[in-house]
């Protein structure tokens, strides 16, 4: 039974997860048309289901990205320019395994957690599985045999370790509130009410934190505010050999990693699948009154509520995405190492002189 | 050149913070009321409210303004026949030589003559308007409101007197809708004009 749980658990998160990258692409071409006075796709059709706002456009996609010849450039080397894209998509894929998308329930007897991986340092895996996904970037632009990709592939390497930096140093400001590393430990932390009223959610606990990795993360994502390794307009960008379906599957990271970026924000800074006031038995609202819930309803809601808030985290990280200009390299690695770092280590000391003061 | 002044950044807009809340504060303004719109033309209200600048052009055309130049016709007399009198003005004027007109003695003496062949290559034309300028007559206008000129064939793109003709209305007591050379109001020829095979 328990492996029952855990199939249903891991079809879950994969589905989902792909579900979620399926409606960024829509999302992407869409919500950027909406938001620039423009109409965007709004044509494709499914076996005569109406357009829709343009959702059958990933379909269309779709079928293009794999039906477009692969072409592997004569001198590239033909196994890491396959390789790559796979390794990308891979660790982008198993870094939502220690995500929690809802809490701790009792079912058919078992003590489930819903996320696939419970791990006890859940954070410092994220990190770790995010770093591994360099490698797809940067093979990427080694095995095309091509100047502008090895240089996106570079400059990937580079604003990555910048940035994860400025992340891990944040992060620390969490764990001196949460005193974890379990991700499900430290949503349900968040669930805690400050004066009886207030949810600890990182957001309030870690204002600055929560500027800070947001950043980061948009910068670990390589989407346009710090599209450095792209670069569409200078260098193309690590892909820039890259055809069909093996380019669609850096695509898919980049939205992969919006995704992820939008479940690691949520799930540290937003109480991840926490509703306020709702506990296992239902709504204790501060004014005193009760509302008693089953279970199961409390579990849906939650789970709900996570899914509801990563597609808002996608929805503001997109909105970024399509408003602000690109950064210029050398802007990049000034506001990196020159701002956010110290901005991040600033974090940790005022956030130990407070629980200090707090606890003395 | 004027000398460009660099403005620095406050210390507050350095922090990007702000700006940034403004920045996407403004394109998601933008965002909800048109996706609002959208949404409600899905379900079929808000028929007026545009939700983008976008014309959707084939089926949705933006008005056009009517100084603006567009496909050629030749305009019709009381009697439905061509006004033009074939002084070869606009084939004279036109510098990208779409034109080809062959005359023939009209039988009124007071018309003198009338266009036996009237050809306009659109495909040649750069739509200058010179000939419209040129014309004494008022024959030619290029105010028909049609814009998108293609075809699959160079044959496509000839325009003959026929066609040009027909692009004007008929005056209201013969309205007929014919395509029949005699029914478009031609005169008959008293003789063939030489040179009609070397176009």
Not at chain 1, 44 to 68: E, Q, S, T
Request: hydrophobic letters at 50%; a neutral charge; glycine letters at 8%.
């Amino acid at each position: 039974m328990a492996y029952i749980i855990d199939f249903t658990i891991v079809t879950f998160v994969f589905t989902t997860v792909m579900g979620f990258m399926f409606l960024l692409t829509w999302m992407e071409r869409k919500q950027s048309a909406v938001m620039q006075d423009r109409i965007g796709a709004n044509r494709a059709r499914l076996f005569g289901l109406p357009p829709l706002l343009g959702l059958w456009h990933n379909v269309a996609d779709g079928i293009k990205m794999v039906l477009k010849e692969d072409f592997i450039p004569p001198h590239g080397n033909r196994f890491l320019h396959t390789l790559a894209p796979m390794i990308a998509l891979f660790f982008a894929l198993i870094s939502f395994a220690v995500i929690p998308f809802g809490g701790v329930y009792d079912i058919w007897g078992y003590r489930v957690s819903l996320q696939v991986l419970d791990l006890n340092v859940g954070l410092l895996y994220v990190f770790a599985v995010m770093s591994m996904g360099i490698y797809g970037f940067v093979l990427a632009g080694w095995a095309s045999a091509n100047n502008y990709a090895l240089l996106g592939g570079m400059r990937a390497s580079g604003q990555m370790i910048s940035y994860e930096i400025t992340m891990g140093a944040t992060v620390i400001g969490l764990l001196m509130c949460y005193e974890t590393l379990n991700l499900q430990e430290m949503t349900q932390a968040q669930g805690e009410l400050y004066g009886g009223w207030l949810p600890m959610w990182g957001v309030i606990l870690q204002p600055l934190g929560f500027i800070l990795f947001s950043t980061a993360a948009m910068a670990e994502t390589k989407r346009v505010p710090f599209d450095i390794p792209e670069g569409e307009s200078e260098i193309v960008g690590y892909f820039m050999e890259y055809s069909g379906m093996k380019f669609g599957m850096f695509w898919q990271t980049d939205f992969l990693e919006t995704v992820l970026a939008g479940c690691l924000i949520v799930t540290l800074f937003f109480g991840g699948w926490q509703v306020p006031f709702l506990t296992s038995d239902g709504f204790h609202f501060p004014w005193g009154t009760d509302w008693a819930l089953p279970a199961i309803v409390v579990m849906l809601m939650q789970v709900g509520a996570f899914l509801f808030k990563v597609l808002v985290a996608c929805f503001v990280l997109m909105l970024i995405r399509w408003t602000l200009p690109r950064f210029r390299w050398d802007q990049l690695m000034r506001l990196g190492w020159t701002m956010m770092l110290p901005l991040s280590i600033l974090n940790i000391i005022v956030t130990g002189l407070v629980i200090l003061l707090i606890r003395s | 050149m004027p000398i460009k002044k660099v403005v620095e950044l406050s210390l507050w807009e350095r922090t990007y913070v702000p700006e940034v809340i403004k920045g996407i504060s403004l394109t998601a303004g933008h965002f909800f009321r048109n996706m609002a719109v959208h949404v409600a033309q899905l379900v079929g209200l808000a028929k007026d409210s545009r939700g983008s600048e976008t014309y959707q052009y084939p089926e949705e055309r933006r008005p056009l303004s009517p100084r603006l130049r567009t496909l050629h016709r030749l305009t019709r007399r009381e009697d439905g026949s061509p006004r033009c009198v074939a002084c070869m003005m606009c084939e004279t004027v036109c510098p990208a030589r779409c034109i080809y007109i062959v005359a023939g003695e009209h039988p009124n003496p007071q018309i003198e003559k009338y266009p036996v062949r009237f050809d306009i290559d659109v495909g040649l034309c750069i739509m200058c308007g010179y000939c419209v300028e040129a014309c004494p007559e008022d024959a030619i206008r290029m105010d028909t409101g049609i814009i998108d000129l293609s075809s699959y064939t160079r044959e496509g793109m000839m325009y003959d007197l026929k066609k040009l003709l027909q692009l004007s209305p008929m005056p209201a007591k013969t309205v007929k809708a014919s395509t029949k050379p005699e029914d478009l109001g031609l005169p008959a020829p008293l003789a063939t004009p030489g040179g009609e095979q070397e176009h």
